[in-house]
């Protein structure tokens, strides 16, 4: 299929599960945030289940080639898998700045990086029971991980970098076995730190990859709409991904009008082409999806590219994302008939 649709990952909790208001009201966690939920412990599991069913059918309703389990358990996109890793000091935490320049709560490294279990593949095989779909599932990177928590065990940060990558590397060959079609790492901290992802965040990145049993994909972003407001003119680090071994670059175009002509650097990959611009919960209509696609397809060939939204849907309300994946899907079928 030409222009197969997706999410990017995260799809919008309902709010008997989870107070989005509290979740909206700050940064995504690095460390858990329990509080978040409104479900009691006894009865979580069996809410976030339900409510995974709902982000799957209303993916599947929208018309969504390629499903995800909208990381429904997650009370970020990265906590969910940082904080279930030997290491780390969850109950004294550290410091570190966001993206932002915010400090925030952060895990802290008292010793080597080591994955104790697994973490999602439970997560991948409930999505994977229940779709009849290609089926893909998130993992924060290491590079990413490594900047979301404070190093009081390594000598640099590179260290801990490829620690993360190794735990990393052990989840997506689970996960691969487990049945996911594509497994995505994301790593918008590539973006918001050129020069560390220069320096050591590729090697580290690539280490994670190393070997993957099925498609990859990775996420560079320029932060949750909701979050962080201001948009550069262009990324600062995207030629370097034409040097990482994955299969997919997922990025975002609309809320930034990104210049296209920048996807000439990463010819032989697939992109997965942001279309929808979460910052503005006004519906697209189609044609404005089509004439997105359209501006990638000058720079990239018709069978490289996945059409996504810009970023996760965490933020937006239900009623904002079921009519803009519906938007997104009816954009997709224009371009396609005229390919």
């Known amino acids: 299929m ?4 997706s999410l990017v990952g995260s799809y919008c909790q309902p709010d008997w599960l989870i107070d989005r208001e509290k979740l909206a009201g700050r940064f995504p966690p690095r460390t858990r945030a329990e ?3 409104r479900i009691p412990p006894e009865h979580l599991e069996e809410a976030q289940n339900d409510a995974t069913l709902v982000a799957i059918r209303e993916q599947e309703e929208a018309g969504l080639d390629i499903i995800t389990d909208g990381e429904i358990r997650r009370e970020s996109y990265s906590n969910r898998f940082a904080t279930a890793l030997e290491g780390v000091d969850l109950d004294n935490p550290g410091t570190a700045l966001d993206r932002s320049g915010h400090p925030n709560p952060v895990p802290r490294i008292t ?3 080591r994955r104790k279990h697994a973490v999602e593949v439970d997560d991948l095989k409930f999505l994977r029971a229940h779709t009849k779909r290609m089926v893909k599932i998130t993992l924060p990177g290491p ?4 900047q979301q928590a404070q190093n009081d065990f ?4 590179a260290e801990a970098a490829m620690d993360y990558a190794a735990a990393v590397k052990e989840e997506m060959a689970d996960l691969f076995a487990a049945g996911a079609n ?3 790492l994301d790593e918008p901290y590539m973006q918001a ?3 560390a992802a220069e320096e050591y965040g590729l090697e580290a990145l690539n280490a994670a990859l190393e070997g993957a049993a099925g498609t990859t994909a990775v996420h560079i972003c320029f932060g949750y709409a909701a979050i962080i407001h201001e948009r550069p003119a262009g990324y600062s680090f995207l030629p370097q991904m034409k040097a990482c071994t994955c299969d997919q670059v997922s ?3 609309a809320q930034s009008n990104l210049d296209t002509s920048v996807l000439e650097n990463l010819r032989g990959k697939t992109v997965i082409l942001g279309v929808l611009d979460l910052s503005d919960h006004k519906v697209e209509s189609a044609e404005t999806v089509a004439a997105r696609i359209r501006r990638g397809l000058e720079h990239s060939d018709p069978d490289r590219i996945v059409v996504a939204p810009d970023c996760g849907l965490k933020y937006l309300p239900r009623d904002v994302a079921r009519g803009k994946l519906r938007a997104m899907v009816e954009g997709t079928r224009i371009v396609r008939a005229e390919l």
């Open 182 to 184: 594509i497994v995505q």
């Open 251 to 253: 990025i975002e175009t």
């Open 143 to 146: 590079f990413t991980m490594s």
């Open 193 to 195: 730190r050129p020069e």
């Open 154 to 157: 390594y000598g640099s940060p």
């Open 35 to 37: 509080e978040l939920w």
């Open 111 to 113: 010793g080597k990086i």
């Open 2 to 5: 030409l222009l197969p649709t």
